[in-house]
């Protein structure tokens, strides 16, 4: 069974930082492109980040471009988002999912469609607040 689990969220203090973590279970990260999404309350979830299988593309949104950095080890299953800089506008849970190779096309990362992304995690919460 595909998982993946988030983890690496919580209270930090404007201008501090956080690195979030996406375990994958029950498959191989190596064949799957790797999309970081956020959900503010009352706002839609948006994707933020996105890496290609063997993070030689990335993608940002223009919101957290020069702060955010995603990143993936397949040795350990794992991809990560490195957040800097982080504004209380940053507030929000966030969730990674996986695309399989199949199924990802050149514009994949770049739109960063909930739709196009099958597996979800449960999603961390990143709170931003002095």
């Known amino acids: 069974q595909l998982q993946l689990v988030e983890s690496g969220g919580g209270l930090v203090q404007p201008g501090g930082s956080l690195r979030l973590s996406c375990a994958a279970s029950g498959f191989t990260l190596d064949y799957y492109a790797i999309g970081w999404f956020r959900q503010a309350p009352g706002k839609e979830r948006d994707g933020i980040s996105c890496?290609?299988?063997?993070?030689?593309?990335?993608n940002y949104a223009d919101s957290v471009k020069g702060r955010f950095t995603i990143s993936r080890d397949n040795t350990k299953n794992t991809a990560y988002l490195q957040m800097n800089s982080l504004k209380p506008e940053d507030t929000a849970i966030y969730y990674c999912?996986?695309?399989?190779?199949?199924?990802?096309?050149?514009?994949?990362?770049?739109?960063?469609?909930?739709?196009?992304?099958?597996?979800w995690g449960q999603g961390t919460q990143v709170t931003v607040s002095s």
């Open positions: 999912a996986a695309v399989p190779l199949r199924d990802v096309v050149v514009t994949t990362c770049r739109k960063m469609r909930l739709a196009d992304f099958g597996s």
């Open positions: 890496i290609s299988r063997r993070g030689g593309s990335t």
